[in-house]
């Protein structure tokens, strides 16, 4: 069945530091990828997506390339701020139209 | 006004009792989801909906029912809670077709079972 794995966290950064969180998957066909974000206290909300391999997906400084020569969908974001500290999660749509999350990845940022 | 809403935001119930967590939309979506979110175990999937008359099972629908009762309502129960369904529990909907679509989440239920 589709999986997706994300690295354990909590990371630690400081503000202005570069931000990588790796994200692979296993899925049959060509699912969609997602990352979601969930701030304190809240529910998920989408933070970018991409369809199809090489799609790039972006918003908010974050950045992510459906690679499907490796399987992955890092996200990243060249500078990161308090305001970023939040849970990540990956997600893939395959073929029943159903999310597969990833584990969650803590971020928590100092000034 | 939020698009999905959730009711009640927190619950604490004893074990064997029946309870129901609710969810409302505005959004008008056909599709409807509710996951449970453990400490360290992402989320996961216990029923979906793809319209009133389309009722799934996800990967955990053991000791949950659920009920569609209008397209924009969908309703969990735990019938017997035990404290293992300890968890928070998100309701989200998302539009019929295409591959882009994303889910919306609503703000959450807290469930304690002790």
């Known amino acids: 069945g589709d999986s997706v794995t994300q690295m354990e966290g909590p990371v630690t950064l400081s503000e202005e530091a570069f931000l990588t969180i790796n994200c692979t998957y296993t899925?049959?066909?060509?699912?969609?990828l997602f990352w979601y974000v969930q701030y304190p206290g809240e529910g998920l909300q989408l933070l970018l997506k991409?369809?199809?391999?090489?799609d790039k997906g972006s918003n908010k400084g974050f950045e992510a390339t459906y690679r499907k020569e490796t399987t992955s969908f890092h996200l990243e974001k060249g500078s990161v701020q308090v305001s970023d500290s939040a849970v990540y999660f990956c997600?893939?749509?395959?073929?029943?139209?159903?999310?597969?999350f990833g584990k969650g990845t803590m971020l928590l940022v100092s000034p | 006004d939020a698009d999905v809403t959730q009711t009640p935001r927190n619950r604490i119930t004893k074990t064997g009792k029946r309870i129901m967590l609710e969810c409302s939309q505005t959004?008008?979506?056909?599709?409807m989801y509710w996951y449970r979110q453990d400490p360290g175990l992402g989320l996961q999937l216990i029923y979906y909906?793809?319209?009133?008359?389309?009722?799934n099972k996800g990967e955990i629908s053991d000791g949950y029912s659920v009920s569609r009762q209008a397209q924009a309502k969908f309703s969990l129960s735990l019938e017997s809670a035990i404290p293992n369904q300890t968890a928070l529990y998100f309701c989200?909907?998302?539009?019929?077709?295409?591959?882009?679509?994303?889910?919306?989440f609503g703000p959450g239920t807290r469930l304690t079972v002790l």
């Open positions: 909906s793809f319209d009133v008359k389309d009722i």
């Open positions: 991409a369809t199809k391999a090489d």
């Open positions: 959004k008008g979506h056909d599709r």
């Open positions: 997600a893939l749509r395959g073929g029943y139209s159903t999310l597969t």
């Open positions: 899925a049959t066909g060509y699912p969609s």
């Open positions: 989200a909907t998302s539009e019929t077709s295409g591959r882009a679509n994303e889910q919306f």
